[in-house]
């Protein structure tokens, strides 16, 4: 597969795009770098995609799944590794998808317990990827960084929907 980093990252100052893209003290300074990503992006989640249709929905989570390909790939290479643990954009992004159709499960639990599981299963998802997840981190560049995460996140959509 060819892929080619995006040339508008290589414009953004260093410590601009390494804060984006390990959301500040989040991805550098915290424990378990990548449960706080998640947790965040459940809060973001919580703010501003839970009043959005269903298509406004998914062409926000898109959209911010195109910005962290890029970002997370141009980490990359300013960090000079694959995949850096402290950067945790890709499950910021990641996390809404979790939630897509989340109105028919708020019917069964309360709003906090559908965040709560869908958390505990993203986070199952990202660390074991089962179902042939760590496949996709193979994929080049920030490419890899996010997709994974995302597949993660629409195996939890799936599994929480049918729990």
Request: some cysteine.
């Amino acid at each position: 597969m060819s892929y080619k980093q995006p040339v508008w990252t290589r414009k953004i100052p260093t410590p601009a795009l390494l804060g984006l893209a390990t959301l500040g003290p989040l991805g550098r300074r915290l424990p378990a770098p990548g449960t706080w990503g998640s947790v965040a992006g459940m809060v973001y989640f919580s703010l501003f995609f839970r009043s959005l249709g269903p298509a406004e929905f998914v062409l926000l989570a898109a959209a911010g799944a195109w910005v962290a390909v890029a970002v997370c790939g141009e980490a990359e290479l300013r960090l000079g590794r694959t995949d850096p643990g402290e950067v945790i954009l890709d499950e910021f992004v990641a996390m809404p998808f979790c939630y897509f159709g989340w109105g028919h499960m708020v019917h069964l639990l309360p709003f906090w317990a559908v965040c709560l599981v869908g958390l505990a299963a993203f986070r199952f998802f990202d660390i074991f990827k089962p179902l042939g997840i760590n496949r996709l981190q193979k994929l080049p560049g920030g490419l890899g960084v996010v997709t994974d995460d995302l597949a993660a996140a629409l195996a939890t959509c799936v599994v929480v929907h049918f729990a």
